[in-house]
C-alpha cells in the first residue's frame, strides 16, 4: 500500500526556517517525480515545488529562492526546506507522488505549518 | 503562469441531479488538465486525468471533457458522498496552478 507520511510542521516566528519531511512506502520511491503543496486554511490548493527522478527541480515565483525541494532515495524520503518564512506561508503542506499518468495520484494527510509571532 | 477559472465556485444540488463544473484555461493547455475532489480534512483525491480518464477505482458516474481552454468535470447521479469541493489543475507547464475550486453542498 502506498503511503506519504508529513512530518516536521509546526509554528515559527517570521523570517524563520523549518525542513518538511515527507516518509514514503509501498512504491520504489526513486522511480516517481514528488510534488508539494499547500493550502492556507479555508483556501485552495497552491502548487509549491517538484522533484523529478533525476533532481530537477521546479518552483513558482511566490517560494522561488526561499523554498528548496530535496530527495534520499536511500531513505525513502522528500524534503522541503523553507527559509525566510512569511506569514502567507502559513497553510497545511501535502507531498504528493506523481503516478503513471503524470499526475498526482497518492498524497500525504498533511502537516501544518503556522508563520507568526 | 496560466490561470484556471472554475465556474460555478459554488452549487447546490440534491442527490440524484446531474452536475457539471467547468474549468477554463486563459490559454491551451491540450488535454494536461486533471481534475481533484476533496472533503473537509482530508488530502485531495485524483479523480480523472489527461481531461477525461478515469482515475482506477473512481466511479464511472464521474466523467471529464474538454481540451484547449475549455474542460468540464460531469458527476451522473450524485451521490451523498460526492458533497465535496472540486478542483482542476493544469500540468502543461510550470508553474502547475489549480482553479480556485467549486464547492458543491446538499440542498
Known sequence: EVQLVESGGGLVQPGGSLRLSCAASGFTFSSYDMHWVRQATGKGLEWVSAIGTAGDTYYPGSVKGRFTISRENAKNSLYLQMNSLRAGDTAVYYCARVGSSGYQDYWGQGTLVTVSS | ?107
Open chain 2, 1 to 107: 503562469d496560466i490561470q484556471l477559472t472554475q465556474s460555478p465556485s459554488f452549487l447546490s444540488a440534491s442527490v440524484g441531479d446531474r452536475v457539471t463544473i467547468t474549468c477554463r484555461a486563459s490559454q491551451g493547455i491540450s488535454s494536461y488538465l486533471a481534475w481533484y475532489q476533496q472533503k473537509p480534512g482530508k488530502a485531495p483525491k485524483l479523480l480523472i486525468y489527461a481531461a477525461s480518464t478515469l482515475q482506477s477505482g473512481v466511479p464511472s458516474r464521474f466523467s471529464g471533457s474538454g481540451s484547449g481552454t475549455e474542460f468540464t468535470l460531469t458527476i451522473s447521479s450524485l451521490q451523498p458522498e460526492d458533497f465535496a469541493t472540486y478542483y482542476c489543475q493544469q500540468l502543461n507547464s510550470y508553474p502547475i496552478t489549480f482553479g480556485q475550486g467549486t464547492r458543491l453542498e446538499i440542498k
